[in-house]
């Protein structure tokens, strides 16, 4: 009798090659997810740094505020004075931009919150904007902030 080589592939080259690709697909959809939380992450971080660069630029534009005090020790969100829409004093401007603000870090950031500490006119204020964040490989929570020092 005369011997026939062999031609195609077995069923258990199949298999093997079919686990090969599916380890390899795995291996691409963690890197993807991976590179999803990080990118999530930096945005949260990116947000923060606007808002707090959004309080420099509120405190900047009322300097009269600044120098009665009206943005000294923030920690609250505030409440809204409900003067926009006519005329507001200088401390009313002020309520009602940390109103804002306070509101915008909450609305943008997870369990988003702000404080300022400074003086009056011509001292060193600290924004500081506060958010929590997936832990790393995606556990619990870690509290971040961002500050920012700033003379207005």
């Not at 069923?11 to 093997?16: D, G, K, P, S």
């Not at 380890?23 to 947000?47: F, M």
């Not at 409900?82 to 943008?108: H, K, M, V, Y």
């Not at 924004?127 to 929590?132: D, F, Q, R």
Request: proline share 4%; charged share 10%.
């Amino acid at each position: 009798m005369k011997q026939v080589g062999q031609q195609g592939f077995s069923l258990l080259e199949v298999l093997v090659a079919v686990v090969v690709l599916s380890v390899g697909l795995l291996g691409i959809a963690g890197l993807q997810l991976t590179g999803l939380r990080y990118s999530h992450n930096a945005n949260l971080r990116y947000i923060a740094v606007l808002q707090a660069n959004d309080m420099a630029d509120r405190l900047r534009a009322n300097p009269a505020g600044v120098a009665s005090g009206s943005y000294n020790a923030v920690s609250g969100p505030g409440s809204d004075p409900g003067c926009i829409a006519t005329s507001c004093s200088p401390a009313q401007l002020a309520n009602n931009d940390i109103f804002e603000w306070n509101r915008d870090n909450a609305n943008l950031l997870p369990s988003g919150a702000g404080t300022v500490t400074g003086g009056g006119t011509g001292s060193v204020f600290t924004i500081t904007v506060s958010w929590n964040e997936r832990g790393g490989e995606g556990v619990g929570i870690d509290a971040h902030n961002y500050t920012l020092m700033t003379t207005p």
